[in-house]
């Protein structure tokens, strides 16, 4: 029987995984756990789980646990990218039976936990070296290389021509998903991998249980059949630019918003971030890549359609590019950061219009008569709202905003108050100023 030849005309989605449910409204934190705490081990963690559960976290990135490579490390500890055994947990931070009491105590808050993974290199000295070296990529001059024109002098490359190179890939991460009850992966500069690797991945990863893959890249492919959630660099960069350089907010909206709701899958989620571990140790902290426009930036990253990370520290305003080879704790202390954070994502969790993805509500945008300055926009899902206004200048700006399609009665997120949105509003905005009113 020959098919329907109005079934050429239908929409396909372009996403083919199920991302987990739990994942609709949820939050990243990237835990460096040499970092967190004086101790740096993973029960040093289970204390402070609490107040991650009451900033508003959802899932708990653990960046590399695997013991790291002695040969050509680098500093004295060496970079936790540089994996000597994918089987075992660096004595570090302590053992397989510590890992698992963390991933317990995790879930007994309700929170999901997700293991950093690095596919594409191991340290020079890991076992597969000598067991398997032809599973390496070569030099011309037939030596192990390091990442291509990367300065990775510390590391060297895999082959995934190799058949068996991927099996064992796909059986050491079956391994930590059904000996130890995690949630998924974060995988390390993920498109240097080949892609059918990760859609095979996937596969056999679902059928132990549901998981939420993280890829560090931000290649649209990866979304279709491996990964639901990507690193948005892209959203970094332009408002890194719009508070240093002071660029127009239209480099925001037609460089970055007109393609993101026109290209990019409904169904797959941009990771919004305004630090993580490789922006704090190489290319400065928040503080010195967004200056007074940082809060602006945290509450666009955290309204804006995406999965909102926040790395370790930034909720205690770290302010200092944490060393990544030696030992260099976190200074805990009160900051505002947090009830930030707190708010907005105590918001996410029950309005529906800041859900991720297919779960939440488009971004529309709001016309105002300072479209170079300020950022205004909503989100709506099943009769909740979000408005979201934001200063992204150095000056103070006197707006008229178009509110004719969205008047109602409103809550100010972080005055409690109620407003009332008449078809024009005129808010006057200091410099990096930002507004945030819902209707649940």
Same mark, same amino acid.
């Given at each position: 029987?020959?098919?329907?030849?109005?079934?050429? +005309?239908?929409?396909?989605?372009?996403?083919?995984? =199920?991302?987990?449910?739990?994942? @609709?409204?949820?939050?990243?934190?990237?835990?460096?756990?040499?970092?967190?705490?004086?101790?740096? =081990?993973? *029960?040093?963690?289970?204390?402070?789980?609490?107040?991650?559960?009451?900033?508003?976290?959802?899932?708990?990135?653990?960046?590399?646990?695997?013991?790291?490579?002695?040969?050509?490390? @680098?500093?004295?500890?060496?970079? +936790?990218?540089?994996?000597?055994?994918?089987?075992?947990?660096?004595?570090?931070?302590?053992?397989?039976?510590?890992?698992?009491?963390?991933?317990?105590?995790?879930?007994?808050?309700?929170?999901?936990?997700?293991?950093?993974?690095?596919?594409?290199?191991?340290?020079?000295?890991?076992?597969?070296?000598?067991?398997?070296?032809?599973?390496?990529?070569?030099?011309?001059?037939?030596?192990?290389?390091?990442?291509? !024109?990367?300065?990775?002098?510390?590391?060297?490359?895999?082959?995934?021509?190799?058949?068996?190179?991927?099996?064992?890939?796909?059986?050491?991460?079956?391994?930590?998903?059904?000996?130890?009850?995690?949630?998924?992966?974060?995988?390390?500069?993920?498109?240097?991998?080949?892609?059918?690797?990760?859609?095979?991945?996937?596969?056999?990863?679902?059928?132990?249980?549901?998981?939420?893959?993280?890829?560090?890249?931000?290649?649209?492919?990866?979304?279709?059949?491996?990964?639901?959630?990507? +690193?948005?660099? =892209?959203?970094?960069?332009?408002?890194?630019?719009?508070?240093?350089?002071?660029?127009?907010?239209?480099?925001?909206?037609?460089?970055?918003?007109?393609?993101?709701?026109?290209?990019?899958?409904?169904?797959?989620?941009?990771?919004?971030?305004?630090?993580?571990?490789?922006? $704090?140790? !190489?290319?400065?902290?928040?503080?010195?890549?967004? #200056?007074?426009?940082?809060?602006? &930036?945290?509450?666009?990253?955290?309204?804006?359609?995406?999965?909102?990370?926040?790395?370790?520290?930034?909720?205690?305003?770290?302010?200092?590019?944490?060393?990544?080879?030696? @030992?260099?704790?976190?200074?805990? @202390? $009160?900051?505002?950061?947090?009830?930030?954070?707190?708010?907005?994502? &105590?918001?996410?969790?029950? $309005?529906?219009?800041?859900?991720?993805?297919?779960? #939440?509500?488009?971004?529309?945008?709001?016309?105002?008569?300072?479209?170079?300055?300020?950022?205004?926009?909503?989100?709506?899902?099943?009769?909740?709202?979000?408005?979201?206004?934001?200063?992204?200048?150095?000056?103070?700006? *006197?707006?008229?905003?178009?509110?004719?399609?969205?008047?109602?009665?409103?809550?100010?997120?972080?005055?409690?108050?109620?407003?009332?949105?008449?078809?024009?509003?005129?808010?006057?905005?200091?410099?990096?100023?930002? *507004?945030?009113?819902?209707?649940?």
């Amino acid at each position: 029987m020959e098919n329907n030849p109005d079934d050429r +005309y239908k929409p396909k989605n372009y996403v083919e995984l =199920t991302t987990p449910e739990w994942v @609709k409204n949820a939050t990243l934190y990237e835990l460096n756990i040499r970092q967190f705490s004086q101790e740096g =081990t993973l *029960l040093a963690i289970i204390p402070e789980l609490p107040r991650l559960k009451s900033l508003g976290i959802d899932i708990i990135w653990l960046m590399p646990i695997h013991p790291i490579g002695e040969v050509h490390r @680098k500093g004295s500890l060496g970079s +936790y990218y540089a994996v000597k055994d994918y089987w075992a947990v660096n004595p570090e931070f302590g053992s397989k039976e510590d890992l698992k009491t963390l991933i317990d105590a995790i879930h007994q808050q309700g929170m999901y936990v997700i293991l950093d993974w690095v596919a594409n290199h191991t340290s020079w000295d890991n076992t597969m070296v000598t067991d398997h070296p032809e599973w390496y990529m070569r030099s011309r001059k037939n030596t192990f290389q390091s990442t291509r !024109w990367r300065d990775y002098d510390d590391i060297i490359e895999l082959d995934y021509r190799n058949p068996e190179l991927r099996r064992y890939m796909t059986v050491v991460m079956k391994y930590w998903l059904m000996e130890f009850d995690i949630d998924g992966y974060r995988c390390d500069i993920a498109s240097f991998v080949p892609l059918d690797f990760w859609e095979n991945l996937r596969e056999e990863l679902e059928e132990i249980k549901p998981v939420f893959m993280l890829a560090e890249a931000e290649d649209r492919e990866l979304h279709r059949k491996a990964f639901d959630a990507t +690193y948005n660099w =892209t959203l970094w960069n332009i408002l890194h630019q719009i508070a240093v350089n002071h660029n127009s907010v239209k480099t925001l909206t037609e460089a970055y918003l007109a393609e993101h709701v026109s290209i990019f899958p409904k169904a797959g989620l941009r990771m919004n971030f305004t630090d993580n571990h490789d922006k $704090n140790s !190489w290319e400065g902290t928040p503080q010195e890549n967004f #200056g007074d426009a940082l809060k602006a &930036a945290i509450v666009l990253s955290a309204t804006f359609d995406g999965i909102p990370l926040v790395y370790s520290g930034q909720e205690a305003g770290l302010d200092r590019s944490l060393a990544f080879f030696e @030992k260099d704790p976190i200074e805990w @202390k $009160n900051h505002d950061n947090a009830s930030l954070y707190a708010s907005i994502f &105590a918001l996410k969790h029950r $309005n529906q219009a800041l859900w991720n993805g297919i779960h #939440g509500g488009e971004m529309i945008r709001i016309m105002n008569d300072h479209m170079d300055q300020i950022l205004s926009f909503v989100r709506e899902k099943n009769g909740q709202k979000v408005i979201v206004f934001i200063n992204l200048s150095k000056d103070t700006v *006197l707006v008229q905003l178009d509110t004719s399609y969205d008047s109602g009665t409103y809550t100010n997120l972080f005055t409690g108050q109620s407003v009332d949105v008449q078809n024009t509003m005129i808010v006057d905005m200091a410099p990096w100023d930002y *507004l945030i009113l819902y209707k649940d």
